[in-house]
C-alpha cells in the first residue's frame, strides 16, 4: 500500500480551514505572552523609577571609575616637588612610596646648587613659609627621597637644594620644574606655567586639552591618559606617575632583597654571606615574602584556605547528617507520613533561614572566624541536601528493591542493597555540586565577618586604594574555584558516567 | 537465608569466576578505605585549621553556642509586631533598641511602609529586577554558545569563557567596586546579582539549547530560514518553558544572594538585619527574620508551582 504523503496547495489550505487552530494558535496564548512581555517590560520601568537607575548611574563619579580600574594592575609613585618662597626646591617621595626610603629613579632629572640661606627662629619660618615649613625642619624619617641635606640649625646656613627638576613620564611627556616655570609637554604640545607667589599659577597661552584649571590663578590639573597626571600648584608640583604592573609583589621596601634583581637574590639565597646572623638567607627571604607588608601573602593564603576549608567542612558535615535524615523524609521509605512531614518541614527550615542569618548567628557564638562560616554552610546545607536527598529517594526504581525483599533480606540489608546502589552516586554527585557552589559563596558570607578571605577582600576595597591587592585575592579566588570546578566535574561525570556540565 | 542444604561446590571455572570476583572485590574495598582514610585526613586537618584560625576556639565557645535564641527573646510577643510594622513601643527609652516609628516611610501624611516591609520590598525588587536582566542577557548569548547552533568555536569559546568568568567571579567585588563609584544604595548590588545571573542562567540556557530536539530547526533550514529565523521559530519555543524555569530556580537564589549582598553594604534588608543582630535588638531581629524568612517561603513555593505549571514535575533540581 502506497500512500501519496505529498499534498498539493489545495489540501494544505482544506486541512487548515478543518483545524485552525493547529495552523494560527489560540488568541488566548498569544494574548498572555504579549501580556508577559508587557508586564515585565513595565516592571522593568517600574523598578528604574523605583531605585531611580537613571539619576544615579549620571550622578556617579565615572571618573574615578577609571582610577579604580587602573589600580588593579598598575600603580602610582607620586614624588612632589616642593618649592619654597625663596625658590630653591626639594623632591619628595610620600612615607610608603613603592620606591622605597631611598628613591633615585631614573625618570627624575635632578640639577642641584648650593645656596646660603637665614633661618630664623622656627616659629618665624612657619609664617613665613606656611606649606614648606617642613623643607628647614624635617624629622629624619620624613627626609626621603633626593632630598637636601637640611640641617636643623636657627642660624645662616649653606644647603644644597634642587635647582631643576625634569620628570619624563614617557618619550611623548615630561614635566620641567626650574625657577618658578613649569614646562610640561606631551604628544608634541607644550605648556609653559608661571608659578607666581602672588599671582598663583599663570599659564603662557592656551590650555591644550589635556590641561584643566577650573578658575585663573588656581592648580592646573595636566591629565596624561594611562602614563598618569600632575598637579601644579604654587608651592607643589604633585607628580602621579602610573607604571604598569604590582609594585613590589614579592619583596616590600623593608626587606634586605628589596629592588635588587633575580639573579642577585638567587646568589644572595645560595652563596652570599647571611644578611641576618640569625637564619640562614632562604629562610629570611621566605620569610620577607611571607610578612611582605603590602600584599601580605601569608595572609591572604590563610583566609583563602579558610574559605576553602570553610565549604569542604560545611559540606562534608552537611551530606553526612542529611544522609540518615533523608531516609525519614523519603515517603517511600519511612511510611509514616507525620515523620516525613517533620523531617521535610525541618529541611525547609534550615534552608529558608538564610545562609546570611546563620553566617550572623554563629559569628556571635565563636567569634569571627572560620567555625562560624563553617556551620552556616552545615545548616542551611543539611536543609537543602536533605531535600534534595529524600527527593531522589522518593524517584528511585521500586523493583531493585522489591526484589532484595522478596529474598528474606532485613530492613537494613534491603536499604543497603536495594535502595543504596541506586541513589549514591546521586547523593555524592550533588555533595560534590554544593561544595563547589559553597566555595563561591563562602566568599560572600565571609564579608559579614565569617571567616575567610571574604573579609579581607572587603576591607581591601574599603580603603578604595587598595584595588591591586583585590586583583590578587580575585585572581587567587578564580583558579582556586576553577580548580575545583573541574575536580568536581571530573568525579561527578566518572560518578554519574556521563559528562555533566 | 536457606541453610539446610549444603553448599554446592564451585566448577573449576566457577572457581576461577568466583576467584576474580574476591580480588575485584577486595581492591575496591582497598580503594574505598584509602579514599575514605585521606577524607578523614583531610577533615581532621581541617577542623584543626579551622579551629586554630578562629577568634574563639570551638570547645571554649561550645557552651554560648545557643546564645543566639537569647538574642532572640523580647520583652514581650508584642514587640515583633511593633517591630516590624513601626509602631510605638511602650519601653521606648530614646535608645536605638526601640525606636521603632523612627524607621516610617511616608506616602501620604498618615500613610506610611514600614522600614523593614520597605526594606524587604527592596530586597526582593533587587532580586527581581536581576533575575529579568540575566536572563534577557542569557538568552542571548546561550545561543551563541550552543555547538548545534553556534558551529564557529572561536565564538563559542569566547561566549563560554565570559559566562565562566561572569559567574566566577566574586560578587562582594563587583559590589564592592560599584558602591565605592555609585556610593551607597541597591544599584550595586542589583550590578553584582545582575552580572552573576548571566553568567549561571546563560549556562543553563545553553544546556537546555545543546538538548533540544534540532528536527523544527532542520525544517527551517531546510526552507531558507536565517540563523535569527531559525532560532527563534524553531529553537525558541521549545526551550522557553525550560529557560523560565530556570529563571524561576535563579529568582529564588538571588532573594538569598540580594540580602547577603545587602549585608555589606548593598541596600535592602540585610543591612538593618546585620546590625540589629549586631547591636542585641531582639525584636527587630525577629522581626526581620519572620519577614525574611516568609518571604523566601513565599517566592520558593510560587516559583514551584509555576514550574510544575510550566515543565511538570520534572523541575525540582536546584540548580546555583
Same mark, same amino acid.
Given at each position: 500500500?502506497?500512500?501519496?504523503?505529498?499534498?498539493?496547495?489545495?489540501?494544505?489550505?482544506?486541512?487548515?480551514?478543518?483545524?485552525?487552530?493547529?495552523?494560527?494558535?489560540?488568541?488566548?496564548?498569544?494574548?498572555?505572552?504579549?501580556?508577559?512581555?508587557?508586564?515585565?517590560?513595565?516592571?522593568?520601568?517600574?523598578?528604574?523609577?523605583?531605585?531611580?537607575?537613571?539619576?544615579?548611574?549620571?550622578?556617579?563619579?565615572?571618573?574615578?571609575?577609571?582610577?579604580?580600574?587602573?589600580?588593579?594592575?598598575?600603580?602610582?609613585?607620586?614624588?612632589? &616637588?616642593?618649592?619654597?618662597?625663596?625658590?630653591?626646591?626639594?623632591?619628595?617621595?610620600?612615607?610608603?612610596?613603592?620606591?622605597?626610603?631611598?628613591?633615585?629613579?631614573?625618570?627624575?632629572?635632578?640639577?642641584?646648587?648650593?645656596?646660603?640661606?637665614?633661618?630664623?627662629?622656627?616659629?618665624?619660618?612657619?609664617?613665613?613659609?606656611?606649606?614648606?615649613?617642613?623643607?628647614?625642619?624635617?624629622?629624619?624619617?620624613?627626609?626621603?627621597?633626593?632630598?637636601?641635606?637640611?640641617?636643623?640649625?636657627?642660624?645662616?646656613?649653606?644647603?644644597?637644594?634642587?635647582?631643576?627638576?625634569?620628570?619624563?613620564?614617557?618619550?611623548?611627556?615630561?614635566?620641567?620644574?626650574?625657577?618658578?616655570?613649569?614646562?610640561?609637554?606631551?604628544?608634541?604640545?607644550?605648556?609653559?606655567?608661571?608659578?607666581?607667589?602672588?599671582?598663583?599659577?599663570?599659564?603662557?597661552?592656551?590650555?591644550?586639552?589635556?590641561?584643566?584649571?577650573?578658575?585663573?590663578?588656581?592648580?592646573?590639573? @595636566?591629565?596624561?591618559?594611562?602614563?598618569?597626571?600632575?598637579?601644579?600648584?604654587?608651592?607643589?608640583?604633585?607628580?602621579?606617575?602610573?607604571?604598569?604592573?604590582?609594585?613590589?609583589?614579592?619583596?616590600?621596601?623593608?626587606?634586605?632583597?628589596?629592588?635588587?634583581?633575580?639573579?642577585?637574590?638567587?646568589?644572595?639565597?645560595?652563596?652570599?654571606?647571611?644578611?641576618?646572623?640569625?637564619?640562614?638567607?632562604?629562610?629570611?627571604?621566605?620569610?620577607?615574602?611571607?610578612?611582605?607588608?603590602?600584599?601580605?601573602?601569608?595572609?591572604?593564603?590563610?583566609?583563602?584556605?579558610?574559605?576553602?576549608?570553610?565549604?569542604?567542612?560545611?559540606?562534608?558535615?552537611?551530606?553526612?547528617?542529611?544522609?540518615?535524615?533523608?531516609? @525519614?523524609?523519603?515517603?517511600?521509605?519511612?511510611?509514616?507520613?507525620?515523620?516525613?512531614?517533620?523531617?521535610?518541614?525541618?529541611?525547609?527550615?534550615?534552608?529558608?533561614?538564610?545562609?546570611?542569618?546563620?553566617?550572623?548567628?554563629?559569628?556571635?557564638?565563636?567569634?569571627?572566624?572560620?567555625?562560624?562560616?563553617?556551620?552556616?554552610?552545615?545548616?542551611?546545607?543539611?536543609?537543602?541536601?536533605?531535600?534534595?536527598?529524600?527527593?531522589?529517594?522518593?524517584?528511585?526504581?521500586?523493583?531493585?528493591?522489591?526484589?532484595?525483599?522478596?529474598?528474606?533480606?532485613?530492613?537494613?540489608?534491603?536499604?543497603?542493597?536495594?535502595? @543504596?546502589?541506586?541513589?549514591?552516586?546521586?547523593?555524592?554527585?550533588?555533595?560534590?555540586?554544593?561544595?563547589?557552589?559553597?566555595?563561591?559563596?563562602?566568599?560572600?558570607?565571609?564579608?559579614?565577618?565569617?571567616?575567610?578571605?571574604?573579609?579581607?577582600?572587603?576591607?581591601?576595597?574599603?580603603?578604595?586604594?587598595?584595588?591591586?591587592?583585590?586583583?590578587?585575592?580575585?585572581?587567587?579566588?578564580?583558579?582556586? &574555584?576553577?580548580?575545583?570546578?573541574?575536580?568536581?566535574?571530573?568525579?561527578?561525570?566518572?560518578? &554519574?558516567?556521563?559528562?555533566?556540565? | 537465608?536457606?541453610?539446610?542444604?549444603?553448599?554446592?561446590?564451585?566448577?573449576?571455572?566457577?572457581?576461577?569466576?568466583?576467584?576474580?570476583?574476591?580480588?575485584?572485590?577486595? +581492591?575496591?574495598?582497598?580503594?574505598?578505605?584509602?579514599?575514605?582514610?585521606?577524607?578523614?585526613?583531610?577533615?581532621?586537618?581541617?577542623?584543626?585549621?579551622?579551629?586554630?584560625?578562629?577568634?574563639?576556639?570551638?570547645?571554649?565557645?561550645?557552651?554560648?553556642?545557643?546564645?543566639?535564641?537569647?538574642?532572640?527573646?523580647?520583652?514581650?510577643?508584642?514587640?515583633?509586631?511593633?517591630?516590624?510594622?513601626?509602631?510605638?513601643?511602650?519601653?521606648?527609652?530614646?535608645?536605638?533598641?526601640?525606636?521603632?516609628?523612627?524607621?516610617?516611610?511616608?506616602?501620604?501624611?498618615?500613610?506610611?511602609?514600614?522600614?523593614?516591609?520597605?526594606?524587604?520590598?527592596?530586597?526582593?525588587?533587587?532580586?527581581?529586577?536581576?533575575?529579568?536582566?540575566?536572563?534577557?542577557?542569557?538568552?542571548?548569548?546561550?545561543?551563541?554558545?550552543?555547538?548545534?547552533?553556534?558551529?564557529?568555536?572561536?565564538?563559542?569559546?569566547?561566549?563560554?569563557?565570559?559566562?565562566?568568568?561572569?559567574?566566577?567571579?566574586?560578587?562582594?567585588?563587583?559590589?564592592?567596586?560599584?558602591?565605592?563609584?555609585?556610593?551607597?544604595?541597591?544599584?550595586?548590588?542589583?550590578?553584582?546579582?545582575?552580572?552573576?545571573?548571566?553568567?549561571?542562567?546563560?549556562?543553563?540556557?545553553?544546556?537546555?539549547?545543546?538538548?533540544?530536539?534540532?528536527?523544527?530547526?532542520?525544517?527551517?533550514?531546510?526552507?531558507?530560514?536565517?540563523?535569527?529565523?531559525?532560532?527563534?521559530?524553531?529553537?525558541?519555543?521549545?526551550?522557553?518553558?525550560?529557560?523560565?524555569?530556570?529563571?524561576?530556580?535563579?529568582?529564588?537564589?538571588?532573594?538569598?544572594?540580594?540580602?547577603?549582598?545587602?549585608?555589606?553594604?548593598?541596600?535592602?534588608?540585610?543591612?538593618?538585619?546585620?546590625?540589629?543582630?549586631?547591636?542585641?535588638?531582639?525584636?527587630?531581629?525577629?522581626?526581620?527574620?519572620?519577614?525574611?524568612?516568609?518571604?523566601?517561603?513565599?517566592?520558593?513555593?510560587?516559583?514551584?508551582?509555576?514550574? +510544575?505549571?510550566?515543565?511538570?514535575?520534572?523541575?525540582?533540581?536546584?540548580?546555583?
Amino acid at each position: 500500500m502506497t500512500v501519496n504523503t505529498m499534498m498539493n496547495a489545495a489540501e494544505m489550505e482544506a486541512i487548515a480551514a478543518r483545524h485552525p487552530h493547529l495552523i494560527h494558535g489560540s488568541s488566548r496564548k498569544r494574548i498572555r505572552s504579549a501580556l508577559i512581555f508587557a508586564g515585565i517590560a513595565l516592571y522593568m520601568i517600574y523598578s528604574w523609577w523605583f531605585f531611580s537607575i537613571g539619576q544615579v548611574l549620571t550622578n556617579a563619579n565615572w571618573g574615578i571609575a577609571g582610577t579604580y580600574l587602573a589600580d588593579w594592575v598598575s600603580y602610582e609613585v607620586r614624588p612632589d &616637588i616642593k618649592i619654597a618662597a625663596d625658590g630653591a626646591m626639594q623632591v619628595v617621595y610620600p612615607r610608603f612610596s613603592p620606591l622605597g626610603p631611598d628613591a633615585r629613579p631614573e625618570w627624575v632629572k635632578i640639577e642641584t646648587k648650593t645656596i646660603e640661606r637665614t633661618i630664623d627662629a622656627p616659629a618665624a619660618t612657619q609664617q613665613a613659609l606656611p606649606k614648606s615649613s617642613t623643607f628647614s625642619f624635617m624629622a629624619p624619617k620624613a627626609a626621603v627621597g633626593r632630598s637636601a641635606e637640611a640641617e636643623v640649625k636657627p642660624e645662616r646656613s649653606s644647603e644644597e637644594v634642587v635647582s631643576r627638576a625634569t620628570i619624563s613620564f614617557n618619550s611623548a611627556t615630561s614635566v620641567d620644574v626650574v625657577d618658578r616655570t613649569v614646562t610640561a609637554t606631551h604628544n608634541g604640545e607644550t605648556l609653559l606655567i608661571d608659578l607666581d607667589p602672588g599671582r598663583g599659577v599663570q599659564p603662557k597661552g592656551d590650555l591644550p586639552d589635556w590641561a584643566t584649571q577650573k578658575r585663573p590663578g588656581e592648580k592646573i590639573t @595636566l591629565a596624561f591618559g594611562m602614563t598618569g597626571w600632575a598637579d601644579v600648584d604654587v608651592e607643589k608640583v604633585s607628580i602621579h606617575n602610573r607604571f604598569p604592573g604590582w609594585a613590589n609583589f614579592i619583596f616590600d621596601t623593608s626587606s634586605p632583597f628589596f629592588n635588587k634583581s633575580f639573579g642577585e637574590v638567587a646568589g644572595l639565597i645560595f652563596a652570599g654571606e647571611r644578611l641576618d646572623p640569625a637564619r640562614s638567607n632562604l629562610s629570611l627571604a621566605w620569610n620577607n615574602i611571607l610578612y611582605n607588608a603590602e600584599w601580605q601573602h601569608l595572609d591572604v593564603w590563610t583566609k583563602l584556605l579558610q574559605t576553602i576549608v570553610m565549604a569542604f567542612v560545611g559540606t562534608l558535615f552537611a551530606s553526612i547528617v542529611a544522609f540518615p535524615l533523608c531516609f @525519614l523524609a523519603a515517603r517511600n521509605i519511612t511510611r509514616n507520613g507525620v515523620l516525613n512531614q517533620v523531617t521535610k518541614r525541618f529541611f525547609d527550615f534550615l534552608r529558608s533561614v538564610d545562609m546570611l542569618i546563620w553566617a550572623l548567628f554563629f559569628t556571635r557564638a565563636f567569634g569571627p572566624g572560620p567555625l562560624a562560616g563553617m556551620s552556616a554552610i552545615f545548616f542551611t546545607d543539611t536543609g537543602t541536601l536533605g531535600k534534595l536527598y529524600s527527593e531522589a529517594l522518593e524517584n528511585i526504581d521500586d523493583k531493585q528493591r522489591e526484589g532484595v525483599k522478596s529474598v528474606g533480606a532485613a530492613p537494613l540489608a534491603v536499604q543497603r542493597y536495594g535502595v @543504596l546502589p541506586q541513589v549514591l552516586p546521586v547523593f555524592a554527585s550533588q555533595a560534590l555540586y554544593f561544595w563547589e557552589s559553597n566555595t563561591r559563596s563562602a566568599t560572600i558570607i565571609g564579608a559579614v565577618g565569617a571567616g575567610g578571605i571574604g573579609l579581607k577582600l572587603w576591607e581591601a576595597m574599603r580603603t578604595n586604594s587598595d584595588w591591586e591587592n583585590v586583583c590578587y585575592m580575585v585572581i587567587l579566588i578564580l583558579i582556586v &574555584i576553577f580548580i575545583f570546578d573541574s575536580i568536581s566535574n571530573l568525579l561527578r561525570s566518572r560518578l &554519574i558516567g556521563q559528562k555533566i556540565h | 537465608m536457606a541453610t539446610s542444604a549444603p553448599f554446592p561446590t564451585l566448577s573449576d571455572n566457577g572457581a576461577v569466576v568466583e576467584r576474580h570476583w574476591q580480588e575485584l572485590n577486595l +581492591r575496591r574495598r582497598t580503594y574505598t578505605f584509602i579514599g575514605l582514610a585521606l577524607l578523614a585526613m583531610a577533615l581532621s586537618g581541617s577542623l584543626w585549621f579551622a579551629n586554630e584560625t578562629n577568634a574563639g576556639k570551638f570547645f571554649d565557645r561550645l557552651p554560648y553556642f545557643f546564645d543566639f535564641v537569647g538574642d532572640l527573646v523580647p520583652r514581650d510577643g508584642a514587640e515583633i509586631g511593633r517591630a516590624m510594622f513601626d509602631l510605638a513601643s511602650p519601653y521606648d527609652d530614646g535608645s536605638l533598641k526601640y525606636n521603632y516609628p523612627e524607621g516610617r516611610m511616608y506616602l501620604t501624611d498618615t500613610i506610611y511602609v514600614p522600614e523593614y516591609v520597605y526594606r524587604m520590598l527592596e530586597t526582593l525588587n533587587i532580586a527581581i529586577f536581576s533575575t529579568i536582566f540575566g536572563m534577557f542577557f542569557g538568552f542571548i548569548l546561550c545561543f551563541l554558545a550552543a555547538r548545534n547552533l553556534m558551529p564557529n568555536p572561536w565564538v563559542r569559546g569566547l561566549v563560554r569563557r565570559l559566562m565562566e568568568i561572569l559567574r566566577a567571579f566574586p560578587e562582594v567585588v563587583i559590589a564592592g567596586f560599584f558602591l565605592a563609584i555609585l556610593s551607597l544604595g541597591p544599584i550595586p548590588a542589583m550590578i553584582a546579582v545582575s552580572i552573576h545571573t548571566v553568567g549561571a542562567l546563560g549556562k543553563l540556557f545553553f544546556e537546555v539549547v545543546e538538548n533540544a530536539d534540532m528536527r523544527p530547526e532542520e525544517g527551517l533550514r531546510a526552507t531558507g530560514g536565517n540563523w535569527i529565523e531559525r532560532v527563534w521559530f524553531g529553537m525558541v519555543p521549545q526551550v522557553l518553558p525550560n529557560f523560565m524555569s530556570y529563571a524561576l530556580l535563579r529568582l529564588e537564589i538571588n532573594v538569598r544572594a540580594s540580602t547577603i549582598i545587602g549585608a555589606v553594604g548593598g541596600g535592602g534588608i540585610g543591612e538593618p538585619l546585620r546590625l540589629s543582630i549586631g547591636q542585641a535588638h531582639e525584636a527587630k531581629t525577629l522581626a526581620i527574620i519572620i519577614l525574611l524568612f516568609s518571604t523566601i517561603i513565599a517566592v520558593d513555593q510560587f516559583s514551584a508551582w509555576l514550574r +510544575r505549571r510550566l515543565v511538570g514535575d520534572q523541575a525540582f533540581q536546584l540548580a546555583q
